[in-house]
């Protein structure tokens, strides 16, 4: 009955001293603990034994096997002990932990049931709330700021309420990895890394790829970083799938993105509707809407920002079924000459509001003026005809181009200056040597060059073209183009589905590009290019860029010099028309998509001219939202601004410059991909042990013992010790059931018998 007294009060001390041991012993220690409490058992029942007398023989042997359980248990105990990791106390240490809190634009996620941000603060609140007074704490965010400890917990929690979802972010990878180096800094043991995802495509499809290019988990970098020394332990909470209903908006496709004025312009967007409801489906209405030009807006007014008045111009509806997509053809009225600002509204609301508006700025520009030279008329008056043939508009006041035809014995009279485009058709060698013509090059003029057989010999070396190598002659059936980038504007309209194989060349000029030339097209079966772009950087320090495109063979090659060259302009001519079309309109800069940048990159946006007594410029910047105008100093000689790092997508008003200046940022469609990486790919990303998986907040407790290696015996110790005093208890009611109290003697009897 002692023993068992003592044992269960020993059981109780050593619970609440809270004993842990080493995860790698946590089944030697079992079993040895099972083995003790083996012992403890037949103790109990020598006890009984020797309590009721019938069988001495049993009790001795059951004490006996009592003793050497007991003693073997001791034993093995403290081989284990000496041998192995030293069993620890318990107790809450502090700890060093980077809480990464996955806030990509998919964080902004929200229904009824389910506000992603939201949750993302309260699980990381929770966590620093619970956390030791001493511990060392990091709340890293998909951003670019540097990661560092928080001061204290409420610092973090403070940085933990300003989350918000962002449209700009860093790699997870690169979020991760800085967690971790950071942790690894800290001289506290324990360093945990706890990583709040949504795990969705848009957010691990860089890290999938990674670590597919590698080969295989062991070689991958995020892989490492939890098993460098000091070690460092990670948890991957898991927030769960996409429940509810997304509409999204396909970035808005101007059919020409500078108009001419006056004249109705097309867009197109594609709807989709993704529902975690297979079947359904909605009825969806999409807005046109139009800011209107105000020259006194946007303003500071009473401490907000008054922008200009949106007017409604055209809607669609349609009806989508999940999983499902539709395209909308919108119309832009009529504009007229300068900058216009617009957006394709969802009706009504869904889970993902950043991807139901649209934006996009059209920029409506005086005609640009275009000097083609050539010395045959037939020719130059094809390629004119291909420049100004838009809908029927060739000599009409609003039209894009008015061309001026000349030959080239009169280039030497003529002011470059004043055209945005010179084409040259079939040019002799002096027109490209020309000091009048490499300046207005450098100036930022645009050059088409068109080389046929007036070239001359080979060796030709122009500032603004590459070098003639040697003139080929092709055998029949001969060479055809072939697009080598088609991603640039001049050639993307003719990349795809273009039949440039009936289309043949016989003749060219191998070029030799430069190494910062760029090879927009080749020749089928060579390596010779056929379009090349080469690009000047202003000598006046504008900011301006010219450009050459030098074509190796002629256009339209219908003369006499020149038939035998190719038929690019032969029987239903459109690629090559659409080609030499879409060339002019890129020296030109109307061609560019300046104006409708994506989130994340860079735009240049023009100036306009200053007042000669201005030394320097002062413009403001109206980013979307509430954020306040950012002010602008540029030097009076500067024609361009540029506007890095856009972080937010939306309307960019640019005041102190040409009325309604400004631009359109959209987020990148991949950005918002609500579908999820299968769980596996954690395994290939971070290795199978590298992580743990967590879905509540229980399993991150689970993940805190099993990043410290450690296994509480607390609970396993506070069972033994009751089952210890409830034994106890049993015992010494059989034992002291039935037996009589003795009767006291009296003190006066007592006395007589001595």
Not at 96 to 115: E, K, M, Q, R, Y
Not at 478 to 502: A, I, L, M, N, Y
Not at 715 to 739: C, D, K, T
Request: charged letters at 20%.
């Amino acid at each position: 009955m002692l023993a068992l007294r003592i044992a269960a009060l020993a059981l109780l001390a050593l619970a609440l001293a809270r004993p842990a041991i080493h995860q790698s012993l946590s089944v030697t220690w079992l079993t040895i603990g099972l083995i003790a409490a083996f012992g403890i058992i037949l103790l109990v029942m020598a006890s009984v034994a020797i309590a009721r007398g019938p069988s001495r023989s049993v009790a001795y042997g059951l004490a006996a096997a009592a003793l050497v359980a007991l003693l073997g248990a001791g034993i093995w105990g403290t081989l284990t002990y000496a041998t192995g990791p030293a069993p620890s106390i318990d107790s809450i240490e502090p700890v060093a932990i980077a809480i990464v809190l996955d806030n990509s634009p998919t964080s902004a996620w929200h229904t009824a049931d389910d506000d992603r941000i939201s949750r993302m603060k309260d699980l990381a609140t929770w966590m620093v709330t619970r956390l030791p007074r001493t511990s060392r704490i990091a709340v890293i965010d998909r951003s670019a700021q540097v990661a560092t400890f928080s001061l204290d917990a409420s610092s973090a929690v403070s940085k933990i309420d300003q989350l918000e979802p962002l449209e700009v972010i860093r790699p997870i990878a690169s979020r991760l990895e800085a967690a971790a180096q950071l942790v690894r800094t800290s001289d506290l043991p324990n360093r945990q890394v706890l990583l709040i995802t949504d795990l969705s495509q848009a957010t691990w499809a860089q890290a999938t790829r990674a670590q597919a290019t590698r080969g295989n988990a062991s070689e991958a970098g995020l892989a490492s970083l939890w098993t460098n020394d000091p070690a460092v332990s990670l948890t991957v909470f898991d927030l769960g799938d996409f429940d509810g209903l997304n509409r999204s908006l396909s970035l808005p496709q101007l059919a020409d993105k500078t108009p001419p004025r006056e004249t109705p312009l097309a867009v197109t967007t594609t709807l989709s509707l993704a529902s975690s409801e297979a079947g359904s489906s909605q009825s969806v209405t999409a807005e046109l809407e139009m800011y209107e030009n105000d020259p006194a807006l946007p303003v500071i007014r009473d401490g907000k920002i008054k922008r200009p008045n949106v007017r409604s111009v055209d809607r669609a509806s349609v009806r989508v079924a999940a999983g499902g997509s539709s395209q909308l053809l919108l119309t832009i009225p009529a504009l007229p000459i300068g900058t216009h600002h617009g957006r394709i509204r969802l009706v009504g609301s869904d889970a993902m509001p950043l991807d139901d508006t649209r934006y996009f700025s059209v920029q409506v520009l005086p005609p640009s003026q275009v000097l083609l030279v050539g010395d045959e008329p037939d020719d130059a008056r094809v390629i004119a005809e291909a420049i100004v043939a838009t809908a029927g508009m060739s000599d009409e006041a609003n039209a894009e181009f008015t061309v001026d035809r000349i030959g080239y014995s009169d280039l030497a009279v003529v002011r470059l200056s004043d055209f945005d485009v010179v084409a040259m058709l079939n040019p002799p060698r002096m027109p490209l040597d020309d000091e009048a013509v490499v300046r207005y090059v450098s100036q930022g003029g645009g050059v088409l060059i068109c080389l046929g057989p007036a070239a001359g010999e080979p060796s030709l070396e122009s500032p603004i073209s590459p070098k003639l190598v040697r003139r080929w002659r092709v055998p029949d059936p001969g060479t055809f183009f072939q697009v080598t980038s088609s991603g640039h504007p001049v050639t993307e309209p003719v990349s795809r589905d273009t039949p440039w194989s009936r289309f043949r060349v016989a003749q060219y000029w191998q070029l030799e590009p430069g190494s910062a030339d760029k090879v927009l097209i080749r020749y089928a079966g060579t390596s010779h290019p056929a379009l090349v772009e080469r690009t000047f950087v202003s000598i006046d320090d504008r900011g301006e860029t010219g450009r050459s495109l030098v074509l190796s063979t002629p256009l339209p090659a219908l003369s006499a010099p020149t038939r035998s060259w190719n038929d690019l302009f032969g029987s239903d001519p459109w690629p090559a028309w659409l080609l030499c079309r879409q060339a002019i309109e890129y020296l030109a800069g109307r061609g560019d998509n300046v104006l409708m940048p994506l989130v994340g990159q860079s735009v240049s946006l023009p100036l306009g001219e200053a007042a000669a007594s201005d030394s320097r410029r002062r413009v403001q910047l109206f980013p979307p939202g509430e954020a306040s105008p950012v002010p602008l100093e540029i030097g009076s000689n500067a024609e361009r601004v540029t506007l890095g790092d856009i972080a937010h997508s939306g309307t960019y008003w640019l005041r102190g410059v040409a009325s309604n200046a400004g631009f359109s940022a959209n987020l990148r469609p991949e950005a918002i991909d609500l579908e999820r990486i299968d769980l596996g790919e954690l395994d290939s990303i971070f290795g199978p042990e590298g992580y743990n998986l967590a879905r509540n907040r229980e399993e991150i407790e689970f993940a805190e013992n099993r990043a410290s290696q450690r296994v509480s015996l607390h609970s396993p110790a506070i069972l033994l010790a009751l089952a210890a005093f409830v034994l106890e208890q049993i015992l010494s009611n059989r034992f002291y059931r039935g037996r009589k109290k003795p009767i006291a003697e009296p003190a006066g009897a007592a006395a007589t018998a001595r």
